[in-house]
């Protein structure tokens, strides 16, 4: 599955599996996805789209979203 770094928009291909066992070995919020650190800058990457183990989906553009929320002043 592709992850994608939200601060340069690096793309890298993590096995589902991988996900799985962090997502497992996770006992934190359940809004948030298992997370990566992109290679390029240390940004945080986001899942381009995840079910999570607990049934939770998680997809990048749900983030993007968010985020020009919290930038505009509505
Ligand atoms: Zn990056």
């Given at each position: 599955m592709k992850y994608i770094c939200l601060t340069c928009s690096e793309v890298e291909s993590i096995p589902l599996n991988v996900v799985q066992d962090f997502d497992r070995m996770d006992q934190g919020?359940?809004?948030?996805?298992p997370q990566f650190t992109c290679e390029s800058c240390e940004g945080a990457m986001y899942p381009e789209y995840y079910k999570g183990i607990y049934g939770c989906e998680y997809r990048i553009s749900d983030r993007l979203e968010n985020k020009e929320v919290e930038g505009s002043s509505k």
């Open positions: 919020d359940p809004a948030v996805p």
